[in-house]
């Protein structure tokens, strides 16, 4: 911004935060304010707390009229379909020895066939650091594939995190099917948990960091001996959980280019674990 | 839409948003039960329309659907982002000289009707005791800058023009107001997240 150096301009501009972030400016000013927000961090954060009042202010109680869903839903994109990954990676799951688990999750058809490629996804979508960094780390992915859907959600950094008491239900739970992933080249694990309704619980702490260009994709092994894509970790998962659909025998987990799948998989120090 | 919501009816909005972003359409769902209300509520009170406070409901999720990397969650919330989004494209409409005269026209009947009143805008919301105490509190200039600003859609030159007040004046108010509101909302223990 060239006549930022004006103590008046920036007078001025501060000035101009709460009608800007009540939409009450010219767009020139506009311009020049959203300029300034992008060199002034704390003007910024100004400018999202009069935003915050403004949605108090808002607030109507009201309710959006039934039929508009449907009518957003008839104009919603599927997104690009997903290819299946390559042979490498399925001959790698199959080739771990199995441990002879029953699966507790019963067998379901497929809501969907509809497979959703990342990769393509990535190149539609230029996500925002700061959402990219949810989808790596803190906040939450969730991405669901065929008939198998992973929840990544908050972590749980404390013992009393609802989400630990639920993995350790799952762990107590006689009808839960337990496995470690491991790797022939990384001492690191992952301990996976999944309970007679589904919910799986990924422990992956341990796994080690990667860069940012890179992220963690998980796997399963479902019916018929397919491998499908189960969604993104991110570079350094923590506990994930994900809700399964169907039958899975084996899980995997491979390192991938970020933001997400590839379309062979990448089986270069995979962890697996079979159930 | 029940069936397909249920994994995320417990996921956080920024969750949601991120599920947004995997193509996944339960995830909009959930977002769209949470806040199409207020997203509806917002755009009619400031159209005075149903019919085009819906679209705008249809253009604000199908925006999310499409580019959901536009949400910060380090900038504010879910819904914040969202009524932002709904007050800009609803100004935009109010701007332009037709619906600007259609509008004008339908603020004199609803005005011969009874006026205007923002506190009784927000008796609906859940706190809406805290939220009224706050705006009495505010210097009635700064709530009248701030009312014509924001739910009537008018710059705040439009707004000095209206009340034959220097733009200076009426720009340093909004700020002040909206910086004193948000102070006695604190302090009365409310935020967004709560409403």
């Known amino acids: 911004m060239d006549d930022m150096t004006d103590c008046n301009d920036i007078y001025e501009l501060d000035e101009l935060l709460g009608a800007y972030a009540l939409d009450a400016v010219d767009p020139d000013e506009a311009r020049r304010v959203e300029d300034y927000l992008a060199i002034n961090p704390k003007a910024a954060t100004e400018v999202a707390d009069h935003r915050e009042v403004a949605t108090m202010l808002a607030f109507t109680g009201m309710e959006a009229p039934d039929d508009l869903w449907d009518r957003i839903a008839s104009e919603l994109d599927d997104g690009p379909e997903q290819p299946a990954p390559g042979p490498e990676l399925q001959r790698i799951i199959h080739a771990t020895p199995t441990v002879a688990v029953t699966p507790a999750v019963p067998a379901v058809e497929p809501k969907s066939t509809a497979v959703r490629s990342l990769d393509d996804a990535r190149q539609r979508r230029r996500w925002s650091s700061s959402v990219a960094w949810l989808a790596g780390s803190a906040a939450a992915a969730i991405v669901a594939v065929m008939a198998i859907t992973v929840v990544v959600t908050d972590r749980a950094d404390a013992p009393t995190d609802p989400l630990a008491a639920a993995i350790e239900t799952a762990r107590a739970d006689r009808d839960s099917v337990e496995t470690t992933l491991v790797a022939e080249n990384s001492d690191a694990t992952a301990d996976a948990v999944i309970d007679q309704d589904g919910h799986g619980y990924l422990e992956a702490r341990a796994l080690p960091t990667l860069t940012d260009d890179q992220t963690y994709q998980l796997w399963g092994v479902v019916s018929d001996a397919q491998v499908i894509s189960l969604g993104i970790l991110g570079p350094n998962p923590e506990l994930e959980t994900f809700t399964v659909e169907g039958e899975v025998s084996a899980l995997a987990i491979t390192i991938e280019d970020a933001p997400g799948v590839i379309a062979d998989g990448n089986p270069d120090g995979a962890f697996v674990g079979t159930f | ?195």
């Not at chain 2, 009816?9 to 959930?30: M, T």
């Open chain 2, 1 to 195: 839409m029940e069936d397909v919501r249920q994994d995320y009816v417990e996921a956080s909005d920024a969750a949601l948003v991120v599920a947004i972003g995997r193509y996944q359409q339960a995830a909009l769902a959930e977002a769209y039960r949470r806040h199409a209300g207020a997203v509806f509520g917002l755009a009619k009170r400031l159209l005075s329309d149903t019919s085009r406070a819906e679209e705008i409901v249809q253009e604000v999720f199908v925006r999310l659907w499409n580019d959901p990397s536009r949400f910060d969650p380090e900038r504010g919330t879910l819904r914040s982002f969202l009524l932002a989004t709904t007050h800009g494209r609803s100004v935009d409409l109010i701007r332009s000289d037709a619906a600007r005269r259609a509008r004008e026209e339908r603020e004199a009947r609803e005005q011969a009707d009874g006026g205007y009143d923002l506190a009784r805008e927000v008796w609906d919301m859940a706190l809406a005791g805290h939220v009224r105490d706050a705006l009495e509190a505010l210097a009635p200039g700064e709530r009248e800058a701030i009312e014509l600003a924001y739910f009537g859609g008018r710059t705040y030159k439009e707004v000095a023009d209206e009340l034959g007040q220097p733009e200076g004046t009426v720009k340093s108010r909004i700020r002040s107001g909206l910086k004193h509101l948000r102070q006695e909302l604190l302090e009365a223990g409310v935020s967004s997240g709560t409403a």
